[in-house]
């Protein structure tokens, strides 16, 4: 069974990166079963796509975050990393790391499993 | 690109079925998932395709979709039933997308 675990600063000043990485275990992040993903939520907000890149290690952004975003694996480390450059108040949010699954016959796809989040605080 | 949208918020009877709407222009071409979120907790996956349900889902969730609409019915709520639910699904441009999320409060 996949778990996921998010880590990084909870605290980052404006205009500076945030960094965040997504420890996986209960499988190799290299299989090719998911998308890795990050996603975030705004306080008392709704859900936002942020990207994935898939185990082959190509990257899909987000139309409105991708001018800041990058997403890489580190197989060796078994863990995916997420930096969102140039940050501002509006970046402040819980982060969640997920795995993405998806039927290519159809073209379904889900979201599990999920980490427990990291809350991300911009402030100077 | 296109949205999904969700009500903001429905009630049910406890032991009642109640009916979560998500309208998208996608949605006629690819099955939503569906996740519940709990106060302080993370999303967690309850239907995806056709319908599906992870493990340890109650049978009592179902998806089903009409048109350019999904939904997501609980039949016979329960009061831990009581949470944030969220659809997804893709745009047009391939960007997954989110409704806006559809609070349940269990009477």
């Known amino acids: 069974q996949v778990q996921l675990q998010e880590s990084g600063p909870g605290l980052v000043k404006p205009s500076q990166t945030l960094s965040l990485t997504c420890a996986v275990s209960?499988?190799?992040?290299?299989?090719?079963?998911?998308?890795w993903s990050w996603i975030r939520q705004r306080p008392g907000k709704g859900l936002e796509w942020i990207g994935f890149?898939?185990?082959?290690?190509?990257?899909y952004y987000s139309s409105s975050l991708k001018s800041r975003v990058s997403i890489n694996l580190d197989t060796s480390k078994n863990h995916f990393s997420l930096k969102l450059t140039s940050v501002t108040a509006a970046d402040t949010a819980m982060y969640y790391c997920?795995?993405?699954?998806?039927?290519?016959?159809?073209?379904?796809?889900?979201?599990?499993?999920w980490g427990q989040g990291t809350l991300v605080t911009v402030s100077s | 690109s296109s949205e999904v949208t969700q009500d903001p918020a429905v009630s049910v009877a406890l032991g009642q079925t109640v009916r979560i709407t998500c309208q998208g222009d996608?949605?006629?071409?690819?099955?939503a998932s569906w996740y519940q979120q709990k106060p302080g907790q993370a999303p967690s996956l309850v239907i995806y395709?056709?319908?599906n349900r992870p493990s340890g889902i109650p049978d009592r969730f179902t998806g089903s979709s009409s048109g350019n609409t999904a939904f997501l019915t609980i039949t016979g709520a329960q009061t831990e039933d009581e949470a944030d639910y969220y659809c997804?699904?893709?745009?047009?441009?391939?960007?997954?997308?989110f409704g806006g999320g559809t609070k349940v409060t269990v009477l």
């Open positions: 997920a795995g993405m699954g998806f039927i290519p016959a159809d073209g379904t796809m889900w979201f599990d499993p």
């Open positions: 209960g499988g190799s992040i290299s299989n090719g079963h998911y998308y």
């Open positions: 890149i898939f185990s082959r290690g190509r990257a």
């Open positions: 996608t949605l006629g071409k690819y099955y």
């Open positions: 395709g056709e319908n």
């Open positions: 997804h699904s893709r745009d047009s441009n391939g960007n997954q997308v």
